[in-house]
């Protein structure tokens, strides 16, 4: 995946940009408190950033602001779609998942195409905060940071929404399923 690694256009910036800002303006209880203007100067001189916030959204994520840390002045942007970004399902935990399956091979690993959007996945703190916003992936799963000690016996960790409570559930690494992506995290 090297789309993140090339320059937007001018063409792709102002999309992108009235794409965030109509998010931005329809979701306000996502980041009371906040100001368009600021966000989008801060976005506007980092390109870099920009290029994860388009892969976010080229893949499903439909990424919004949820929050400002105050300490750093970074502006923290979710996935927000309803359910688990379409564009990245089907994808085992990591590389060394990925390594381990000797057939019927998933295109890419979780860790692996966060790492080249630039972007985090979310850990399970983080997921239940997102779900403190809205109802998400009532359907569908999503991967979420899984904590070393899980990693080294083989497992990883994934997250949903059912019965109106967020779930954490355990599943081998190398797994892999069509209702199930992860969402990311970027800071601004």
């Known amino acids: 995946m090297n789309s993140n690694k090339k320059d937007l256009s001018p063409e792709q910036r102002e999309e992108l940009l009235r794409i965030l800002n109509a998010r931005f303006e329809k979701n306000m209880n996502r980041h009371k408190g906040l100001e368009w203007a600021r ?25 919004d602001v949820v929050g400002h840390d105050k300490k750093t002045g970074e502006y923290i942007f979710y996935d927000c779609s309803a359910e688990s970004p379409n564009g990245r399902r089907s994808l085992c935990y990591d590389r060394e998942a ?33 779900q403190k916003l809205e109802n998400f992936d009532t359907k569908t799963s999503s991967w979420v940071k899984t904590p070393l000690d899980i990693r080294k016996l083989g497992g990883a960790l994934f997250c949903d929404r059912r019965y109106n409570t967020v779930f954490v559930y355990h599943n081998g690494a190398e797994s892999y399923y069509a209702a199930r992506a992860f969402r990311g995290l970027l800071r601004v």
């Open 39 to 63: 966000l989008q100067a801060k976005l506007e001189a980092n390109p870099e950033k920009l290029r994860s916030l388009h892969e976010m959204e080229r893949t499903g994520g439909e990424p």
């Open 98 to 130: 990925l390594e381990s399956r000797k057939e019927h091979k998933p295109e890419d690993s979780a860790i692996g195409m966060a790492t080249a959007m630039g972007i985090e996945l979310l850990t399970e703190e983080q997921y239940r905060e997102l």
